[in-house]
């Protein structure tokens, strides 16, 4: 099993430009979600999804669009990226039933000018 | 408003020694309460979880303590290695009705072992 994978593992944006981060998970884990990671701030949920074509916010859902189409793919969706979106993406999955243990991915760096 | 606090954000221990991370939480809803351990470059890394029916968890160097009433919780290495020198979060997670859990993340504290 190659767990939770990440595509790409850096990217350099300009302000306004779109991007879509892949997020690709082979454990058939119903739950998904992306959070990003600040010097300080730990982590914070952007969106998660309880299954195929179920989605909803967390904490820091503004900017972000994600969709759900399989159960293996779960990709973020930056429409018009601000400087203020530069961080570390993780895309993270587990077991809905009886599943604690989140798994998260290698992250992206995202930078942008 | 940050539901987690963790200190120190950063800690220096000598090889041997032991090291102590701290976190307290304000919702009393949380119901669980994870650890994760992340090294340069990778993604987190559940380390060790513990509910809140119970006081302490140890496996092997790592223990978690919990004070229910405080509302406070803390992470002990014992006879702490280089290869312990990570960042380390704490969490809280809120079980949502055949949603799963929503985790809430620490601020991060960053270890480092000297050899």
């Known amino acids: 099993n190659a767990g939770v994978t990440q595509t790409p593992k850096f990217q350099v944006l300009k302000t306004g430009q779109s991007m879509t981060l892949q997020c690709a998970q082979d454990?058939?884990?119903?739950?998904m979600s992306w959070y990003r990671q600040d010097p300080g701030m730990g982590l914070r949920l952007i969106h998660y999804?309880?299954?195929?074509?179920?989605?909803d916010q967390g904490e820091v859902p503004n900017g972000y669009n994600v969709s759900r189409s399989t159960t293996e793919d779960f990709p973020l969706r930056l429409l018009s990226a601000a400087p203020s979106q530069t961080s570390v993406y993780f895309c993270?999955?587990?077991?809905?039933?009886?599943?604690?243990?989140?798994?998260f991915g290698p992250g992206t760096r995202l930078l942008v000018l | 408003q940050q539901q987690v606090k963790q200190s120190p954000q950063s800690l220096i221990v000598q090889k041997g020694g032991i090291s102590i991370i701290n976190c307290a939480y304000e919702?009393?809803?949380?119901?669980?309460f994870p650890w994760y351990q992340q090294f340069p470059g990778k993604g987190p890394a559940l380390l060790i979880a513990?509910?809140?029916?119970?006081s302490e968890k140890k496996e092997g160097r790592f223990t978690i303590s919990f004070n229910k009433s405080a509302k406070q919780f803390s992470l002990h290495i014992m006879d702490s290695q280089p290869g312990d020198s990570a960042t380390y979060f704490c969490?809280?997670?809120?079980?949502?009705?055949?949603?799963?859990?929503?985790?809430?993340f620490g601020g991060g504290t960053r270890l480092m072992v000297k050899p």
């Open positions: 993270a999955s587990k077991r809905l039933a009886g599943g604690e243990t989140q798994y």
């Open positions: 999804s309880v299954g195929a074509g179920i989605t």
């Open positions: 513990i509910r809140p029916d119970v």
């Open positions: 969490a809280a997670s809120l079980s949502l009705n055949n949603a799963g859990n929503m985790l809430t």
């Open positions: 454990m058939n884990h119903e739950y």
């Open positions: 919702n009393t809803a949380f119901d669980y």
